[in-house]
């Protein structure tokens, strides 16, 4: 009953959300990391990922096929685990906004035909995590960094400005699409 002891500890409404919170953070964070374990050891590993991100004009594609895997897993497992969790969660952002324009965009919102509608959900769950709070269940709440000023209005600037800026100056840097016939 280690739940049952811990919700003596809290409020119930806290333990609720935190209860909650937890669970949002552990599996969208552990999704996004076997997003990146995918690149690094599923199908085409990184020598794949390398020539897709090539293809679509994210140059040079193997620098982006490892950064991309690297922040996958990395800030997936942060984001799980609530250590860092705005930086954590700009991560996630500034991936989720380089997939969305680079490779869903002119597919529409919906993902069932490849549209926006995944990384615009991630993006949005980050940055609202990063508002919130990572919760008691944490370990920015166990290392005392949950009441520090890196939730509410920072959390929220870190995670959604800072994370929009990381992806655009990446595109902005290193997105060359390639040039389609008309």
Known sequence: MVLADLA????YWTTRVGVG?????VIVGVTLAAHGYAKFFKGGKIAGTAGWFDSMGMRPGKLHAYLAASTEVGAGLLFAVGLFTPLAAAGMVGLMVVAGWTVHRHNGFFIVGEGWEYTFVLAVIAVGIATTGPGQYSLDY????LDSELDGITGLLIAGVGGVVAGVAQMAIFYRPPKTDT
């Not at 166990?142 to 960094?145: A, N, R, S």
């Open 8 to 11: 003596a500890d809290y409020p």
């Open 21 to 25: 919170v937890g669970l949002i953070r």
């Open 142 to 145: 166990e290392l005392g960094l």
